[in-house]
């Protein structure tokens, strides 16, 4: 008699619960309509285990992310001393550059200095002093 009417009971409250799910919901107050209902309790969810790696496998990974990385670093200071280089050599073609130029130069040097006093300024921003 029991039995009959515990399974009576279940059904009951399968047939309640089935209802439960057929009806429509509402949009949610919080608005985030995309979420659904859980149907089934977090304990019955499948967990799928992690996969493992072995020993080695996980140093052979280890000294391949080293290697790579020295790698990098190796390859980011040629760059930087190939960088420096070009910045050296370009500083001193400048500097032969402007040399060559003062070499170059038809410069009349002032012996009698008493003529600077009797210069006009536009003259005396032209005299430059080496």
Excluded at 113 to 130: G, H
Aim: proline letters at 2%.
């Amino acid at each position: 008699m029991e039995a009959a009417s515990s399974n009576e009971s279940q059904s009951i409250a399968n047939k309640a619960k089935q209802i439960f799910h057929e009806i429509p919901r509402g949009k949610p107050k919080s608005g985030r309509g995309w979420k659904t209902t859980r149907t089934e309790r977090h304990s019955t969810i499948k967990k799928v285990k992690r996969f493992k790696t072995s020993w080695a496998e996980k140093m052979s990974l280890k000294d391949q992310k080293r290697q790579t990385k020295e790698l990098q670093v190796r390859l980011k200071e040629q760059k930087d001393r190939a960088k420096q280089l070009k910045r050296e050599r370009a500083e001193e073609n400048r500097r032969k550059k402007l040399e060559n130029q003062r070499k170059a130069e038809i410069v009349q040097p002032i012996k009698h200095t008493a003529k600077i006093k009797k210069m006009k300024k536009k003259q005396l921003r032209m005299i430059e002093t080496r």
